[in-house]
């Protein structure tokens, strides 16, 4: 666009906004440049380490988990570009489920970060300060995967086959499998780690999983026209995103703990008092996101390949 183009673009966007031009124009006479730190706010962000310890390595672990929630909001925004797009060709769709497998594939090398980046003496002084708060109250990783796949795909695996799938959202919360984290199914008596956890999101949740009831990605691939859901380079991109979140990424995460606290008595030993090792396995809970997407070998050999 040459000069008289832009300035003739820009009158007429600020003529559909009610705003005289001569007044915009004027104003940027006394507007300050940008600045890359006023930008990123940077200042404010380095402003938001508060170490509860003495142990230097505590930075490191607050650090990387910041980290991952900036993470988790990006595949959160790429996610909406498919959920919230009316109709969606293939090629954009699987554009941003690669974008969205490499922001999993940065989280899954980067646990090297915090697996080789502490000392194990100062974690262990550390983390039950931390108690009982845990990664396990990532709400924005809670959101991924309700917005990725279908409800009864995030049920545990103990009911998924007699849950009433017509039953309430609140009825499908409560028999989510990362709730086998913090709750007793026999006694019903839920850990403080859960309690904390639904008292600050629960009704978030169950607002957040009826809004992406018939928009979550799972849902989006089915309502494609056949064809589309047989592009090979959409499924190949369906499969490696399930893969590396519901594989890859939790194995990372499971290895990383298992180094600090593992041993014969683990199970009863992370921050917020989790039976750890069952929540997080693959091969216990099978999160699956696209189960239709696999073959039934892969499918009875979910975790192990």
């Known amino acids: 666009m040459n000069r008289e183009e832009i300035l003739k673009a820009i009158e007429e966007k600020y003529e559909k906004l009610g705003v005289p031009v001569d007044s915009m124009l004027e104003g940027l006479l006394w507007s300050t440049p940008i600045t890359y730190w006023d930008y990123i706010q940077t200042d404010a962000l380095l402003g938001l380490q508060n170490p509860r310890t003495t142990q230097p390595d505590e930075m490191v672990f607050i650090m990387y988990h910041q980290v991952n929630e900036l993470l988790f909001k990006m595949i959160l925004w790429e996610i909406d570009q498919v959920a919230k797009t009316t109709k969606i060709a293939a090629d954009k769709f699987s554009m941003h489920l690669n974008r969205i497998s490499r922001y999993f594939d940065m989280l899954c090398s980067s646990f090297n970060v915090m697996a080789d980046g502490m000392e194990k003496d100062q974690y262990l002084k550390f983390r039950n300060t931390l108690t009982p708060a845990s990664g396990f109250q990532s709400a924005q990783y809670r959101k991924i995967e309700f917005a990725s796949t279908e409800l009864i795909n995030l049920?545990?695996?103990?009911?998924?086959?007699?849950?009433?799938?017509?039953?309430?959202?609140?009825?499908?919360?409560?028999?989510?499998?990362?709730?086998?984290?913090?709750?007793?199914?026999?006694?019903?008596?839920?850990?403080?780690?859960?309690?904390?956890?639904?008292?600050?999101?629960?009704?978030?949740?169950?607002?957040?999983?009826?809004?992406?009831?018939?928009?979550?990605?799972?849902?989006?691939?089915?309502?494609?026209?056949k064809e589309v859901q047989e592009n090979q380079d959409l499924i190949k991109a369906m499969r490696h995103y399930d893969y590396t979140?519901?594989?890859?990424?939790?194995?990372?995460?499971?290895?990383?703990?298992?180094?600090?606290?593992?041993?014969?008595?683990?199970?009863?030993?992370?921050?917020?008092?989790?039976?750890?090792?069952?929540?997080?396995?693959?091969?216990?809970?099978?999160?699956?996101?696209?189960?239709?997407?696999?073959?039934?070998e892969e499918l009875e050999n979910w975790g192990t390949f």
Request: glycine residues 6%.
């Open 155 to 225: 049920i545990d695996a103990r009911y998924r086959d007699t849950i009433d799938r017509n039953s309430s959202f609140k009825n499908a919360y409560n028999h989510l499998y990362w709730q086998a984290a913090g709750k007793n199914y026999t006694t019903g008596q839920k850990s403080t780690l859960l309690n904390l956890f639904e008292k600050k999101y629960m009704g978030d949740f169950i607002d957040f999983m009826e809004d992406y009831n018939d928009i979550n990605l799972s849902k989006k691939f089915k309502q494609l026209p």
């Open 245 to 296: 979140v519901n594989v890859k990424w939790v194995m990372a995460h499971y290895n990383a703990a298992a180094k600090y606290i593992g041993g014969d008595d683990s199970e009863l030993k992370a921050t917020g008092g989790s039976n750890w090792r069952k929540y997080m396995h693959p091969k216990y809970q099978r999160r699956i996101f696209y189960p239709y997407l696999w073959s039934k």
